[in-house]
């Protein structure tokens, strides 16, 4: 089992086991509320899996996988349970034990569950565990259009297949000798008006190459850059997309040519000529970051060049909603 799958199943038991451990003692300091204990009795704590006090059925819970008689007949009984806290570990040991197709139908269900924190655990599962998971893309793009957005942002970062590692060059180490040197050449303000725009609620964009500059975007809407995409009548919480082109002057001898926006809310994933070229991801704190990609290897010089960039928000308003420049660098 994968290592961050360990360390979350580990601490959720830690938590666990210190409230229920609490919530025992407080009961049984009680002489009018003691629960009698029946630790290895395998079929009384199964039939305590069931009972109307959560003290009860999360002791019997944990003592049966203590004992290692935790098999698939008593953790489908926790699966059912009213209790979020037995299906969230009645899951996690499932992922662990249960057949692949099982595996499939358990997390199928999970991410449906009415608990947020049981549908977190599985989609925590579907990234980060390395046992065999049928269908794993199909159920996280499922997850992605979870209806708490903090869930759906964890499923829709993990079913994109694009990154690129990016420093900008003007922070690379082999560049700092020459920092005093670095001259911006020419600045180029990308048009505000002009762009295409589309939302992408399936999530299919990059599947169907929204960024190839051959795609035909005629029936894309038009927008502006510069202001969020609500100020265009645009209410929408998710993925969307932005397509121009802006042109480059005769070819310069440069170090480095700089695309910088100024924030993107929140997150952007950019496209020039057809050709990935970074991302700016860092959560919903990235929503007002300044961040540069050098897009030299992807551009032409003194023609065209087409651009299309990905945003995701996760919560109120979206969009490119500062203005976007390029920078051309000689040394």
């Known amino acids: 089992m994968n290592i961050k799958l360990q360390w979350k199943l580990f601490l959720m038991w830690a938590i666990l086991t210190a409230f229920t451990s609490h919530a025992i003692s407080r009961e049984e300091s009680n002489p009018e509320r003691r629960l009698p204990r029946t630790s290895f009795d395998i079929s009384q704590l199964e039939r305590e899996l069931k009972s109307e006090n959560q003290f009860k059925r999360r002791r019997a819970l944990r003592e049966l996988i203590f004992i290692g008689a935790d098999g698939e007949t008593v953790l ?25 197709e099982h595996r499939y139908a358990i997390l199928k269900k999970a991410i449906s569950d009415k608990s947020d924190s049981v549908r977190r655990t599985a989609v925590d599962i579907l990234i980060y565990s390395s046992a065999e998971i049928p269908r794993r893309n199909e159920l996280l793009q499922i997850a992605s259009r979870d ?40 600045k180029i303000e990308m048009p505000r008006k002009g762009w295409k725009f589309t939302t992408d609620p399936n999530l299919v964009g990059h599947t169907k190459k929204w960024f190839a500059p051959e795609f035909n975007d005629t029936n894309w809407k038009e927008i502006e850059i510069g202001k969020h995409w609500d100020n265009f009548g645009v209410k929408y919480v998710g993925i969307a997309w932005y397509r121009n082109t802006f042109a480059l002057p005769a070819q310069i001898n440069a170090a480095a040519v700089e695309l910088i926006f100024e924030a993107v809310d929140e997150a952007a994933w950019v496209w020039v000529n057809g050709q990935y070229v970074g991302q700016h991801d860092i959560g919903s704190r990235g929503w007002d970051r300044q961040f540069v990609l050098d897009i030299i290897d992807a551009i032409k010089w003194g023609t065209e060049n087409q651009i299309t960039i990905r945003v995701f928000n996760e919560i109120g308003a979206g969009g490119i909603w500062k203005p976007v420049r390029i920078e051309i660098l000689t040394i």
């Open 76 to 100: 489908a009984t926790a699966l059912d349970s009213e209790d979020s806290v037995l299906r969230r570990v009645a899951i996690l040991k499932l992922a662990e034990k249960a057949p692949p």
């Open 147 to 186: 209806k708490n957005k903090s869930i759906a942002a964890i499923a829709i970062r993990k079913t994109f297949p694009f990154y690129k590692e990016v420093i900008p060059f003007r922070e690379r180490v082999d560049i700092m000798d020459h920092a005093e040197s670095i001259k911006i050449e020419k």
